[in-house]
T-cell receptor, first 114, second 114 residues
Framework: SQQGEEDPQALSIQEGENATMNCSYK?????LQWYRQNSGRGLVHLIL?????REKHSGRLRVTLDTSKKSSSLLITASRAADTASYFC??????????????FGQGTILTVHP | GAVVSQHPSRVICKSGTSVKIECRSL??????MFWYRQFPKQSLMLMAT?????????EQGVEKDKFLINHASLTLSTLTVTSAHPEDSSFYIC??????????FGDGTRLSIL
């Protein structure tokens, strides 16, 4: 079952603007991951944030995690047309440091106009 | 980085045909592989988890006799859609991980049943 909900479902912005996507989940997690999917392709892993972390950066990506609110956000700064894709959050509820099953959110379709 | 190869990328066949999809980990030993199904503009839904050398664990509502999974080696898992019908048309994605790592995804297989 899908426990994650993402908003917005679709986001359309101009190149250079920032894009923020949110994800909420229902159960306790070990970590939360964000993935990108280009149309008709597999998933590309973007970033992983552990339950004891609050913020993580990777290049133009910034992820936050609020375990008290069971929510996460993905910020893409200075967006480019090539960032156009679907973005999914996925929660891993395995205990300890092991990696278990992933439960995916519904995804956000991001369109960046040149 | 870790590479997962999924083959074929696209299958078009007649109703009643059985279709086999392969998922290979190219540069690491995949102790666990996952099979997902994705409908257009929707999220990934986990179908089953397979551990090398043992029977797959299917998610609720997934017919194990319909979707046969074999994980006979540490680098190969196969999903066979038996007697496929148009409602089985979908995008199927596999992922693989070793005991200590995150999931790495294949590029998916677009299955179209006429």
């Amino acid at each position: 079952s899908q426990q994650g909900e993402e908003d917005p479902q679709a986001l359309s912005i101009q190149e250079g603007e920032n894009a923020t996507m949110n994800c909420s989940y229902k159960t306790s997690i070990n970590n939360l991951q964000w993935y990108r999917q280009n149309s008709g392709r597999g998933l590309v892993h973007l970033i992983l944030i552990r339950s004891n972390e609050r913020e993580k950066h990777s290049g133009r990506l910034r992820v936050t995690l609020d375990t008290s609110k069971k929510s996460s956000s993905l910020l893409i700064t200075a967006s480019r047309a090539a960032d156009t894709a679907s973005y999914f959050c996925a929660t891993d509820s395995a205990g300890g440091t092991s990696y278990g099953k992933l439960t995916f959110g519904q995804g956000t379709i991001l369109t960046v106009h040149p | 980085g870790a590479v997962v190869s999924q083959h074929p990328s696209r299958v078009i066949c007649k109703s009643g045909t059985s279709v086999k999809i392969e998922c290979r980990s190219l540069d690491f030993q995949a102790t666990t592989m996952f099979w997902y199904r994705q409908f257009p503009k929707q999220s990934l839904m986990l179908m089953a988890t397979s551990n090398e050398g043992s029977k797959a664990t299917y998610e609720q509502g997934v017919e194990k006799d319909k979707f046969l999974i074999n994980h006979a080696s540490l680098t190969l898992s196969t999903l066979t859609v038996t007697s496929a019908h148009p409602e089985d048309s979908s995008f199927y994605i596999c992922s693989a991980r070793n005991q200590a790592g995150p999931q790495h995804f294949g590029d998916g297989t677009r299955l179209s049943i006429l």
